[in-house]
């Protein structure tokens, strides 16, 4: 006789770096249930992270709608299984309304603890774990064809989702400029090329500069990532792909709470130019962060 699937559904969040954050749960989840189906809801932005997870069933985008009916569609998707185990890490109403032999729910936020040690309340973990992206072999193959085997590789990540977030670029040509890097792989969103341009156009007058704004999904950009050496990033959903594939990164926060959202992973680290103060100007933050200070950060990571 062939035993039943043992199902899991896992949902997280719309948000890339929350997402990212939400992986060591995952993880430890996939170690102690041992499921052979795993289905996840998450955002459209995030869902490739998730493609080359083991014994994964299906990935459900949960494209946000009005009055909130992209719950009512994931609800419908899941109702008719038999859940094993459920994972609610946005405590959606869905987990309620469904049946699972165990559901986990995050609950509550706590802005003086880091995301990733909250989500672990979900699971009851005692240690945070970090995370983790499984890669696929595809993903493998572009990294290693577009970031070849040789010299050392500084990554940079100078976008962000709000731009008081993002340090000044020619501080970035600064700091990459006076680190012991002849090869640079600059990361970002298509609609952020405008923002990368004049750090990649710079750069490239002495240095090997590779451009891969635009050019990867969020799977592939962490495929890439860990083949560099170091990463400077400002507070983004790179930063936290580059920090949970084990490589220095380096994160740089103004108007973010670092407490909360600190790069994650076994050798990182974070640059603040002034106090977190949403009162204050918010570009003024990110300006605090001076050159000096970023690289003899980087120096010790690496």
Same mark, same amino acid.
């Given at each position: 006789?062939?035993?039943?699937?043992?199902?899991?559904?896992?949902?997280? $969040?719309?948000? =890339?770096? +929350? /997402?990212?954050?939400? %992986?060591?749960?995952?993880?430890?989840? &996939?170690?102690?249930? @041992?499921?052979?189906?795993?289905?996840?809801?998450?955002?459209?932005?995030?869902?490739?992270?998730?493609?080359?997870?083991?014994n994964?069933?299906?990935?459900?985008?949960?494209?946000?709608?009005?009055?909130?009916?992209?719950?009512?569609?994931?609800?419908?998707?899941?109702?008719?299984?038999?859940?094993?185990?459920?994972?609610?890490?946005?405590?959606?109403?869905?987990?309620?309304l469904?049946?699972?032999?165990?559901?986990?729910?995050?609950?509550?936020?706590?802005?003086?603890?880091?995301? $990733?040690?909250? =989500?672990? +309340? /979900?699971?009851?973990? %005692?240690?945070?774990?970090?995370?983790? &992206?499984?890669?696929? @072999?595809?993903?493998?193959q572009?990294?290693?064809?577009?970031?070849?085997?040789?010299?050392?590789?500084?990554?940079?990540?100078?976008?962000?989702?709000?731009?008081?977030?993002?340090?000044?670029?020619?501080?970035?040509?600064?700091?990459?400029?006076?680190?012991?890097?002849?090869?640079?792989?600059?990361?970002?969103?298509?609609?952020?090329?405008?923002?990368?341009?004049?750090?990649?156009?710079?750069?490239?007058a002495?240095?090997?500069?590779?451009?891969?704004?635009?050019?990867?999904?969020?799977?592939?950009?962490?495929?890439c990532?860990?083949?560099?050496?170091?990463?400077?990033?400002?507070?983004?959903?790179?930063?936290?792909?580059?920090?949970?594939?084990?490589?220095?990164?380096?994160?740089?926060?103004?108007?973010?709470?670092d407490?909360?959202?600190?790069?994650?992973g076994p050798?990182?680290?974070?640059?603040?130019g002034?106090?977190?103060?949403?009162?204050?100007?918010?570009?003024?933050?990110?300006?605090?962060?001076?050159?000096?200070?970023?690289?003899?950060?980087?120096?010790?990571?690496i």
């Open positions: 006789m062939i035993a039943a699937p043992k199902k899991l559904l896992f949902i997280t $969040s719309n948000r =890339l770096g +929350d /997402a990212v954050l939400s %992986t060591g749960v995952l993880a430890k989840a &996939i170690e102690r249930f @041992a499921p052979t189906e795993i289905t996840i809801a998450c955002g459209p932005i995030p869902a490739p992270l998730f493609t080359a997870v083991p994964l069933k299906n990935i459900i985008i949960l494209n946000k709608q009005e009055r909130g009916l992209h719950w009512l569609k994931l609800w419908q998707q899941v109702v008719p299984h038999i859940w094993d185990v459920v994972i609610d890490l946005r405590n959606s109403a869905v987990s309620y469904i049946f699972s032999k165990k559901t986990f729910r995050f609950t509550q936020g706590d802005e003086t603890r880091h995301k $990733s040690e909250q =989500l672990a +309340d /979900a699971l009851k973990l %005692t240690d945070i774990p970090y995370n983790k &992206i499984w890669l696929s @072999a595809a993903a493998q572009l990294a290693q064809t577009t970031l070849y085997d040789g010299e050392p590789i500084l990554a940079l990540c100078p976008t962000a989702n709000w731009q008081p977030k993002t340090w000044p670029a020619n501080r970035f040509i600064k700091a990459a400029l006076r680190l012991p890097f002849q090869r640079i792989a600059v990361f970002g969103a298509e609609h952020e090329r405008a923002q990368a341009m004049p750090i990649i156009n710079a750069l490239r002495s240095r090997d500069v590779i451009d891969l704004v635009g050019k990867t999904n969020p799977l592939e950009a962490a495929a990532l860990a083949r560099c050496n170091l990463c400077i990033a400002n507070d983004s959903g790179l930063m936290h792909i580059a920090a949970a594939m084990g490589i220095p990164t380096l994160g740089l926060f103004g108007p973010s709470n407490v909360e959202y600190a790069p994650h050798h990182t680290a974070l640059v603040r002034a106090p977190f103060d949403y009162t204050d100007n918010p570009f003024a933050l990110m300006q605090a962060i001076t050159v000096d200070a970023v690289v003899n950060a980087a120096k010790k990571l």
